[in-house]
């Protein structure tokens, strides 16, 4: 009966050691698995603040050439608006020698 006793103990003592090992290996898997995601969360943040970055220096580039555009844009204007023919010109340069000559 003895060694019945001791069989049993020996056998609940084999089984605590499993169910014990079983759960080290378990929560090692789990920081393995926890650990493996943290690093592909942090590998993905970096990827979309790269993305970020050149989307943002894309849409400067982009809204700095639309501003340069516009800026040529509005010089040809005036310009165009303050252009004088050479007919013009030469009547108001003989206006203003009539004036300071004093023949007009």
């Known amino acids: 009966m003895k060694e019945m006793i001791h069989r049993v103990i020996a056998a609940e003592e084999q089984a605590r050691q499993i ?3 079983a759960e080290q ?5 789990l920081a393995e698995a ?3 995601a943290q690093r592909k969360r942090q590998q993905a943040l970096e990827a979309a603040r790269a993305e970020a970055r050149q989307l943002i ?3 400067s580039q982009a809204a700095c050439q639309e501003r340069a555009r516009q800026l040529e844009q509005r010089r040809a204007e005036v310009l165009r608006a303050v252009q004088v023919d050479p007919q013009r010109m030469r009547r108001a340069a003989e ?4 004036a ?3 023949t007009d």
């Open 25 to 29: 290996q378990a929560r090692r898997i």
């Open 57 to 59: 220096e894309q849409s």
């Open 100 to 102: 300071v000559l004093g």
């Open 19 to 21: 169910v014990e090992q």
């Open 34 to 36: 926890q650990e493996s």
């Open 95 to 98: 206006a203003a020698l009539r």
